[in-house]
């Protein structure tokens, strides 16, 4: 093996000019391909960050109740029937052992329960419809970040605190400090069915229904404004792989007895989107591949065609094929391993230049690439390979050169 790779090596460094031009092609099209890598990885990760960090991974809520009828007769109609919309709402009045079974499942980061439900936030004599968020102090920014998407004020959930969002707080002219009042959509009748409230933040999320509709308030103040006891409305966690929700809420679905869904559930654009974009890079980086294979290929065929009567003087000796073949192929693969990592170097020094770039003041790029996500092993292993086995064709033909015609021409 060692004159197979004395020979690879001399006969690169004899057409230096060639090799140099060889080696550059590779280099860019290894940078093409780790550079289209760390975008499209980039754009993905970014996406699911934009969705999945506001929302919960997991949901856990209770199974909705069938409607049921009483006195039934055996033919014709019911006499006596819940209707839709008139029974209670359905709540998770024990959760705590949910909430320990959500726990102990490993993946799962943080289980945060909630109460949700429909209000009326008040100040003078004008009166928005808003949707409450029970959750507790010390857990408030678990699910949403609101701690640093906060605009005026702080992350203060005390007693008789509300976070109101921005455009809601635009919609009813309010600021930190002012009063309001909170009135549950199907609160019972008697003291306790209003609740006098402070603004202590406010904040943009950047969803529209969130920062028009939405408030936040302490658990145990939501339980008592929907007359829930200790239950609540569900069960949101947060996991470590987000793209094992699925499989995680099935299981969780299985071990708590409770409705489980997930975050894929409802996004489903969103995955065939990535689908898409997952299909097109792909389709990039084979090109790219392609491009090296074909040079590599090419540049060989001419190596051969030049190298026929030193060849010919090769087999004379009594070199064999086989070793005529892996001194071609051993070129063909030099060329892919020390230009894909020059390629690795401009591609992770270009992204890396792009980033910075085009970071703005607040720490976010404007352009959604992230150096960590390149590929390069892969593409190092990748242009190895096709520059080995776009060198097996010359080296075969270099192998079948008859060794007196060879000399003779």
Known sequence: MGFEIKLAVRYLAASRLQTTLLLAGVAVGVLVFTFIAALMNGLGVRLTDDITGNVAHVTLAPELRTPRSFLAPDRGRALFAIQPGHDEVAVIRVYRAALEVARRMPGVRVVVPEVLGNATLARGAKAVAVVVTGIAAEQADEIAPLARSMLHGRLDLGVGNVLVGASLADDLAVAVGDRLILRAARARIGPGADAVVTVRGVFRLGIQAVDERVIYLELGAAQKLFDLASGVS??????????????????????????????????????????????????????????IAIGVASTLFLSVMRRRSEIGILRSFGIGRAAIVRAFVLQGALIGAIGALAGIALGLGFAHALLAITTRANGTSAIPIDPAQGEYLRALVLAVIASALAAVVPAWSAANTDPLQAIQS
């Open 234 to 291: 569900q069960l949101e966690l947060k996991i470590d792989d987000v793209w094992q929700a699925r499989a995680l809420s099935f299981r969780l679905g299985r071990a708590t007895g409770l409705k489980a869904s997930s975050w894929l559930d409802g996004n489903a654009r969103l995955q065939e989107g990535l689908g898409a974009q997952a299909s097109t890079a792909t389709m990039i980086k084979a090109f790219s591949l392609l491009t």
